[in-house]
Nanobody, 118 residues
Framework: QVQLVESGGGLVQPGGSLRLSCAGS????????MSWYRQAPGKQRELVAV???????NYADSVQGRFTISRDNAKNTVYLQMNSLRPEDTAVYYC????????????WGQGTQVTVSS
């Protein structure tokens, strides 16, 4: 059974930083690319960042230069370092495996709340 567990969310002031973690079990992360998504209240879920199995990365324009996605395959964990946070970054953040083509489904974590407010 595949499980993804996000952690690291919380309340932070504008300009602050947080590091989110996504720990997986039941799946070998190193084989697959992984993504972080977010969903703000009343908005659609949006892609934030992707990291391939070869550690190539891609970002949404809105977070480019502020967020960094990384992975530690030995720990089966993916991270999202978020710097220079803005109120508009407030959302629930989810990690997802990109396994639809290979395993027939993607797997999602339960999400972690990030609130940026003074």
């Amino acid at each position: 059974q595949v499980q993804l567990v996000e952690s690291g969310g919380g309340l932070v002031q504008p300009g602050g930083s947080l590091r989110l973690s996504c720990a997986g079990s039941g799946i070998i992360f190193s084989f697959y690319s992984m993504s972080w998504y977010r969903q703000a209240p009343g908005k659609q879920r949006e892609l934030v960042a992707v990291i391939t199995s070869g550690k190539m990365t891609n970002y949404a324009d809105s977070v480019q230069g502020r967020f960094t996605i990384s992975r530690d395959n030995a720990k089966n964990t993916v991270y999202l370092q978020m710097n220079s946070l803005r109120p508009e970054d407030t959302a629930v953040y989810y990690c997802k495996t990109n396994t639809l083509a290979t395993l027939g489904t993607d797997y999602w974590g339960q999400g972690t709340q990030v609130t940026v407010s003074s």
